[in-house]
């Protein structure tokens, strides 16, 4: 079985967006209508097909990235704009219960204690069945102004991803500073961010089951192992592997094959999960290689893996990170 | 011959950060007073002994980058400590001018135009032999205020780096934002944010013959190739070897074998620059290598390339992309 941890719905049918647009423009924005129909086209002329074409099985599900927008507008709003995509998703999810499985976005807000996210999550996850979330390191979208991720800010939401035993995707959502290219900069720049974050914290001593996904491979990380391995040292840390990597794994959205040579040469097997975030931020063909930059899979299956490194990456990791997917496919 | 591109006087002598502790506290810091013998001891120690133990010979050397603090007091502030801090640099270069080659610090100021750095790049480069400079694309320090680099904003210091052929190293200082720990977010954002910036501007339109060297192995960009491959395509860009790749540059501050191997896959050979950013962000020695992390020769020597392509990045393309240490080193 492959899985893929890393699908946003950036397919998702206009009313959505509409919506989104109404309540943006301060107007009552109304009931969302969106017909199973709707749904059942968006996805099978992307990312069903897709899978189908890519022999892929199964994708973790959530609302669009670049859309959650917690700098746009108050708590309220945040929480009102999660509560819809959060409920698209689990359509989704219901209607399509072997190909999807559902990830929420969380009603974050700028300079907001992220305890007001708990309601939302709890939602999700004990009545809809969610099985993970996305967290935003930075709800002002590119101005960075909440405190890292070590920060006991944060720890009101930790316990309770603890309790319901969830991993958070590290994700920021689109960029309003013109320095940051959103999927170019803002993301990638975030994804480095967060792990310096957790080497400065000690963060997995207090929450020691606590479980973080950095995606797009971890951004800089991999790379720049030998600095990050270097750094931790110099600031007499445990070596990187003892310290962060029973707490932090890395998804697999490298668009090329060195690159995703790169990462399963430095980073134990064990921590990486595939994921292909389609349909997303690189749409085209690789004229190099004739196959869509995105079709990560190709690479995973070139890079000369055991098959049984290649059942961790594809499912097995999976599995352990998020412990309610297990039991939603076992239940 | 094995040159350097990337050092800075970290370890400068007391006198120096003692003078800039009394310009930032508003007293009159008076006249700045280092003997050579001071000089020589700082670098005997370090960066001389270092290029003995490690057989390299000429480093470009520059000021502290974490202490330009761009963002600390107005450009009045920024222009004379600027000045001490590059006067200090040509000081070293005379007394070791087989050893060191000055790159300078400009006075760039938060919100003020770069216009204000031409005085202080044409003293350097015309009046002491400069060769190269760091070019900080966030001088608000971590809060990135500054309009990308492909903004009209940088154009008139653009014009007289190539009137003058002088590369800009693009280097940020150090981060007074929480969120990013400076060697290891800031410095690595912001090489792959400059590189977003290069791919979404026409800039080499405008300036073809315009240089830029991204320090630390360009940030992430290496391992996301794929990425920037894919999105220049989609936003309609030619290739990046045809793009960019007359005027951007990396150096080689990876500090593991597998990320300078990556390096070497994906980049062209021409386009890659010897350096190991001594004495610089990470000091310790590998316990899986027994070596320095920052030792990059060992990585270089170690990657199976032909001497052709290792004299390439060790002086080869220093000499083509600095014009003016290929001159200096001449005359």
């Not at 079985?1 to 301060?26: F, N, S």
């Not at 002002?140 to 800010?153: E, I, T």
């Not at 840390?237 to 962060?244: A, I, R, S, T």
């Not at 430095?266 to 921590?271: A, D, H, K």
């Amino acid at each position: 079985m492959i899985i893929d941890c890393h699908g946003h719905y950036t397919t998702a049918p206009a009313p959505l967006w509409e919506w989104r647009k109404r309540q943006v423009a301060g107007q009552d924005p109304g009931p969302l209508r969106i017909s199973d129909d709707e749904i059942r086209e968006t996805l099978e002329k992307n990312q069903l097909r897709i899978q189908r074409e890519r022999g892929t099985d199964l994708t973790f599900f959530s609302p669009r990235a670049g859309s959650m927008e917690h700098h746009v507008g108050d708590a309220r709003m945040s929480e009102a704009w999660s509560r819809q995509c959060n409920d698209l998703i689990h359509r989704v999810c219901s209607l399509y219960p072997s190909n999807f499985a559902p990830v929420c976005q969380l009603p974050q807000s700028p300079g907001v204690s992220p305890e007001n996210c708990i309601p939302e999550l709890e939602r999700c996850v004990q009545e809809l069945g969610f099985i993970g979330c996305n967290l935003n390191p930075d709800p002002s979208g590119g101005w960075w102004q909440a405190p890292p991720l070590g920060d006991r800010f944060w720890y009101p939401l930790y316990e309770k991803l603890v309790e319901l035993e969830v991993p958070a995707m590290v994700h920021v959502s689109s960029s309003c500073n013109p320095a940051f290219h959103f999927t170019g900069a803002h993301y990638i720049n975030a994804d480095t961010t967060a792990f310096m974050q957790f080497i400065q914290s000690d963060l997995f001593r207090d929450f020691p089951t606590l479980k973080f996904v950095i995606p797009h491979g971890g951004g800089s990380v991999p790379y720049h192992w030998g600095r990050y391995r270097g750094l931790a040292q110099d600031m007499g840390k445990p070596p990187l592997k003892e310290f962060l990597l029973q707490n932090v794994f890395f998804d697999t959205c490298v668009y090329h094959l060195p690159g995703i040579e790169l990462l399963l040469k430095v980073i134990p097997v064990e921590n990486i999960l595939f994921a292909s975030e389609i349909v997303g931020a690189v749409r085209g063909v690789d004229p190099d290689t004739g196959h869509y930059y995105d079709d990560t899979r190709r690479y995973i299956d070139a890079a000369g893996l055991t098959a049984a490194d290649r059942e961790k990456i594809y499912s097995g990791n999976l599995r352990r990170v998020y412990p309610r997917f297990e039991r939603r496919a076992a239940g």
